[in-house]
C-alpha cells in the first residue's frame, strides 16, 4: 500500500491554504462592512479623542477577524509605553498581515504611514484615511507634506506607526537595511522608538505565495523605549536596527 508522500502534503496544505485564504478574504470584507459605521463615528470627534475611539472600533474588529480566520494575536510589552508620552513606533514587515494587526493593537490614539493610493478604494478609502498619514512615495511635494504631518501627529498627543523597511522583506535576512525617515522624525521631534517585532505572520501569508493563508498564533513585542536624545540619524538608525534583529533571531 502507497505511503502519502511529502509532496502530498504539501499539496493538502497548499489546498487548504488557498481556500483558506478566500475565507480570510471574504471574512475581512463581511465584517468591514459591518463595523464601517462604527469606524466612521470617530470623523464627528475632533483630536485625539476621536482617534483614539478610532483605534479602540478597530481593534475590535480585528481582534475579532483575526480569530475567524485561525490568527489569534497575543501583546507583550505594553508597560513599555509611558503615560502621557508619544513615541515612534518601528515594526519588521514580512507580510500583508502585518499592517491590519499593527496599529489596532497600540496602546492608545496613533496614525500609520501609509501609501495614498489604497485610499481611492471605495468604503475602505475613508477607513484608511482616519487611521494614516498618507503619502505618495513617487511625489517629493508628497513626502515633505506627509513627513510635516506626522510631526503633528506626534505632537498632538498620539503615536506614529512606521516600517522602517520600507516594504515586505524578501532578502532572507531577519530584517532588511533601514530607511532614514522614522529616526529622523524621531530626532526632530526628541520623541522615542519603541522597536516592534511581529512573529508569525511569514507562516500564516508567506511572502513568495499569493493568495495563501493558514491559521497561526501570532504575536507582537513592544521592546523597551530607544532614546533619540543626543543621537545623530544613522546612529540611532543602527542601533534601532541592531536590536530588533537580536530580539527577532532570539525569539522567533
Not at 31 to 56: A, D, E
Request: net charge positive; aromatic share 14%; glycine share 6%.
Amino acid at each position: 500500500m502507497n505511503q502519502p508522500t511529502k509532496n502530498d502534503s504539501n499539496i493538502f496544505v497548499t489546498l487548504f491554504a488557498r481556500i483558506w485564504a478566500f475565507w480570510g478574504l471574504f471574512s475581512f470584507a463581511t465584517t468591514f462592512l459591518i463595523m464601517f459605521i462604527p469606524t466612521m463615528i470617530p470623523y464627528l470627534i475632533p483630536g485625539v479623542r476621536g482617534q483614539y475611539i478610532f483605534i479602540q472600533i478597530s481593534r475590535f474588529w480585528m481582534w475579532t477577524w483575526l480569530h475567524m480566520i485561525g490568527c489569534p494575536i497575543k501583546i507583550k510589552g505594553k508597560e513599555h509605553f509611558e503615560k502621557g508620552k508619544t513615541y515612534v513606533i518601528c515594526y519588521n514587515h514580512n507580510a500583508l498581515l502585518d499592517v491590519p494587526l499593527s496599529a489596532p493593537f497600540v496602546p492608545g490614539a496613533n496614525k500609520t504611514i501609509a501609501k495614498a493610493s489604497f485610499a481611492k478604494v471605495p468604503l475602505f478609502g475613508w477607513f484608511y484615511r482616519k487611521g494614516s498619514v498618507l503619502v505618495d512615495r513617487d511625489d517629493d511635494v508628497s513626502k515633505r507634506k506627509s513627513y510635516e504631518e506626522m510631526k503633528r501627529t506626534l505632537l498632538k498627543g498620539m503615536h506614529m506607526c512606521v516600517y522602517p523597511e520600507g516594504t515586505r522583506n524578501r532578502s532572507g535576512e531577519p530584517l532588511k537595511k533601514f530607511q532614514g525617515g522614522a529616526f529622523k522624525l524621531a530626532i526632530d521631534t526628541k520623541k522615542d522608538i519603541i522597536p516592534t517585532l511581529i512573529f508569525g505572520t511569514t507562516k500564516a501569508m508567506p511572502i513568495h505565495k499569493p493568495f495563501y493563508l493558514l491559521p497561526t498564533k501570532l504575536e507582537m513585542h513592544f521592546l523597551p523605549p530607544v532614546s533619540s536624545e543626543g543621537m545623530g540619524l544613522r546612529e540611532l538608525m543602527n542601533k534601532t536596527h541592531d536590536i530588533m534583529t537580536t530580539y527577532y533571531v532570539a525569539h522567533q
